[in-house]
């Protein structure tokens, strides 16, 4: 806890306001015209740490993964990563993580702030295994920097070694008296962004690094209100939202994170590809301001038919009209009809864009 307070002491002294949540979630550091411009321009860094993270050790343990990821993990080297799916009995998504293969343990970091989540989901299939699992949410900090001026600003922190960071590798990079991990990833296959894994006793003093080498970047830390604008645009899905235990891995076109080489992870023989989705997901743009107070929102057409609902929206001045995304019916075929989004009481008219 004590590492959680110095991060939340060291971002109050940098920043002028900042919003927290109920979930520890920092809304705003500055403002969300201000972290918005810094995504689309320049260098922008999310703090990630309070996604759960999950260490993994013992002789079993690759075994385990084989069985519980949906991506291919038996050529893993050290110090290389993969993208995978924890997925239940029905194919739908427990987790979205990254995997990391140290010299002797795994690495889990989640996509889900519910930390014990992915915890229990592994823990349930180890019975006499020679695995120790533990939650490490205090043990390791993980930030991501991401912008049009991301690579450039990159090569200041991993210096001449960043040549090197390509593919699924994992590079480390001594600063100081400490290592960092980098890793380079796509976001959905639109976003190119890296990934910084540090110990958290270390945290505070890569923060400060990294500060010391914005240089001529337009640089600085990037609530959720502004990355949720950011990601909207971009059609990237997010727990709980549009990745949940109730959607299968095709309905958000994360096919890429599932190995069609494999066919004994559990939950296999009920994954859907894109063409036999129930659903797919779709973007959103509102033609007024909306003022529903929750999620999801119903979506229905000219003819007052069920056709899909919104699960995720931005409401915010640094956009010209309101947007979401969503998910409507795999069949359903848009044909420039109107759409609404309704709850009940209250019908705001809606633009429905595929992503793929």
Known sequence: MENKIELYNYYKSQFDKIEINNENSIRKYSSVENEYNIINNGVGIRDLSRYSKIFIHGKDSESLLRRLTTNRIIDLKVLQWVKTLFVNFEGNIIDRTLLIKFEDYFVLIGSNTEEQKLFRWIKRFIIKDDITISNACDEYSVFEVIGSQATSYITTI??????????NNVLRVQVENFFIHGIKIDDCGVINKYIIVVDSKNAIRTLEIMNENKSVFDFGMVGEDAYNIFRI??????????????VNPSEVYLDSEISNLKKDYM???????????????VKIKFKSEIKFPNLPITIIDCNNKDIGIITSYANADVIKSPIGLGFVDAQFKL?????YATNKNEEIEINICEIK
Request: proline share 5%; no cysteine; net charge negative.
């Open 158 to 167: 991993l210096g001449d070694k960043f040549d090197k960071l390509k593919d």
């Open 233 to 246: 645009e971009h059609g990237i899905p997010i727990v709980p939202n549009e990745l949940n235990d109730s």
């Open 267 to 281: 939950g296999h023989e009920n994954i859907t590809f894109s063409n036999d989705s129930f659903t797919r997901l």
């Open 335 to 339: 044909n420039g009809d109107n759409y």
